[in-house]
């Protein structure tokens, strides 16, 4: 069943005080506490819960916010700026009915639709009822581009007090309302399209094929020590929960034990293990012939939406037995895709397994999209996926999703000259030359899976010898990207590599590793806009 996501009403109190001089400030977030209806359809033979089945009120050990994490907003121009703070409480701490919650950040106090807090429950035959948090998503508005604020996370007491009756509460009454709260965090909205933040570069991390494995954990580690990073990409099969969401926590709490999580935007792609179709232990269950797709994506995360997501059910027909999609599914919007824009880059985040077919709504939206990019504002335009467009490797080679992506993505990537189309799916490392059709190409975009964060690091070669577009191979090391912006004509791209994947590897490190960062590529990358107005040996000037 779709779950209908509203759109946020947002109140805003201002005193004399502007946002703009409570920079740094303490700011408490919160949302407006309320239950979506779960669900009663997902991938396995569904057992609808009933009120009684819910954790009992109260028997949390721990009840605080938890999982907080950021997305860009909708809202980014040379004047104004948002972020959406996204985080969750178990229902087994409150009735949400006499709970309520609120964004404050300085003077500014945004309330939240109470219809758009989710939550769903699964079943399956050889696993307990699993009912999920309770997922709060608030976007807060009205942000000035390039600066840094602080926010908190918080629970209240539910009172009849209007927003600004809350406002002129002195400390000791609002202290008396909080049930719980989280740690104060910060982040920095993204600097306004076309400028870039003062005196130093742009710096975007890139990861792929995540999971909660050792690999993962030790490339999370890495990143967090990594405090440049201004973004995330994160290229899809974020957890591997394969329908088992006690591992959607897990993967939550995994990524919440650093700092980053709730101080760097992250932006995703849907992969296929997210679909939550895949059934670890034998072939899927459905009902009535058909599945519910991305229950948990698009409950746990909000991205900066064209609309609510619109999700049917999706036909039995529409997978291989193992619950591999084999052809496209019924989910458009919401999480599937949308774009953003971070200073001078603009980025269009696709769905593999919604239709792109010429005439479809994702296909038009691309069009429109690509056609709308400012390249003297944005110079830079890439693209985020899951599945590749190009591979050099034997898994996945002859996919639809890869081949169908070639003959109608890719003639539009050409002649709009995106710089990079970023993907995973495959459990390697890959960059190419600049390229486009299958030939290299300075004026094509240079492609890259980075699909080896965690989960595994060994797809095999399709053969020995690299493509002659290939530049880069690898299956025997795990790691992450990073995509550095200087300036309009040259950015410098990384691969950081974080593990070793030794011959029958099994989750233990190879003695001879260097836990260190380490860089395994490394190269310059001149915007192709401009690779027919300049020599490749030109000295770089930076933007800063």
């Not at 960059?431 to 030939?439: I, V």
């Amino acid at each position: 069943m779709e779950q209908k996501h509203h759109n946020i009403i947002r109140t805003m109190i201002r005193r004399r005080t502007t946002l703009a001089s409570t920079l740094i400030q303490l700011a408490c977030c919160v949302v407006i506490s309320s239950h979506v209806a779960p669900s009663n359809h997902n991938v396995q033979r569904e057992v609808i819960l009933q009120p009684e089945d819910r954790p009992p009120v109260g028997t949390a050990q721990v009840c605080r916010p938890r999982h907080v994490h950021l997305s860009i907003g909708r809202t980014q121009n040379t004047t104004h700026s948002s972020m959406t703070v996204s985080f969750s409480i178990s229902p087994a701490c409150i009735d949400e009915t006499s709970a309520v919650g609120a964004v404050r950040v300085g003077d500014v106090m945004i309330e939240g639709d109470p219809n758009d807090v989710v939550s769903y429950n699964a079943s399956r035959s050889d696993h307990n009822h699993y009912y999920s948090d309770l997922y709060y998503h608030i976007e807060i508005d009205d942000l000035q581009p390039g600066r840094k604020y602080s926010y908190q996370c918080l629970l209240l007491q539910k009172e009849e007090s209007s927003i600004q009756q809350y406002l002129r509460q002195d400390r000791e009454v609002l202290n008396e309302r909080i049930i719980s709260r989280s740690n104060i965090s910060t982040f920095h909205t993204p600097p306004a399209p076309g400028q870039w933040p003062q005196d130093r570069s742009i710096k975007f991390a890139v990861m792929g094929d995540l999971a909660t494995k050792p690999h993962s954990r030790e490339t999370i580690w890495h990143l967090d020590r990594d405090k440049s990073i201004d973004c995330i990409l994160l290229a899809g099969d974020i957890s591997y929960a394969n329908n088992h969401h006690h591992i959607w926590d897990e993967w939550m709490d995994m990524m919440s034990a650093h700092d980053f999580f709730s101080s760097t935007p992250v932006q995703i792609a849907l992969g296929n293990h997210d679909l939550d179709t895949v059934h670890r232990s034998g072939p899927i269950e459905a009902i009535d012939g058909s599945l519910e797709i991305g229950l948990a994506y698009e409950s746990r995360f909000r991205m900066p939406q064209i609309q609510p997501p619109v999700r049917e059910l999706a036909s039995l027909n529409l997978f291989r037995r193992n619950g591999q999609p084999n052809d496209f599914l019924p989910y458009e919007f919401g999480n599937a895709y949308y774009s953003f824009t971070f200073g001078p880059s603009k980025h269009i985040v696709l769905s593999s397994y919604t239709s792109f077919r010429e005439g479809s709504l994702q296909y038009e939206w691309l069009l429109s999209e690509l056609q709308s990019v400012d390249r003297s504002a944005t110079p830079w335009l890439i693209v985020m996926l899951h599945c590749p467009l190009y591979t050099t490797f034997q898994t996945h080679h002859k996919e639809m999703f890869t081949t169908e992506a070639q003959a109608i993505l890719e003639p539009l990537f050409v002649e709009y000259t995106v710089n990079f189309v970023v993907a995973g799916h495959i459990h390697a490392y890959m960059r190419t030359h600049p390229m486009a059709f299958s030939r290299r190409d300075p004026r094509g975009p240079v492609h890259i899976i980075q699909g080896n964060g965690g989960r595994q690091a060994n797809d095999l070669y399709y053969s020995d010898a690299a493509e002659e577009w290939v530049d880069v191979r690898d299956h025997s090391m795990y790691g992450y990207g990073k995509l550095e912006l200087f300036n309009n004509t040259h950015a410098m791209w990384k691969w950081v590599k974080t593990g070793f994947n030794a011959e029958g590897e099994g989750g233990i490190h190879d003695q001879r590793f260097d836990a260190d960062l380490n860089l395994h590529d490394e190269i310059w990358i001149t915007n192709q806009l401009y690779v027919e107005e300049m020599g490749v040996n030109e000295n770089v000037e930076l933007a800063f």
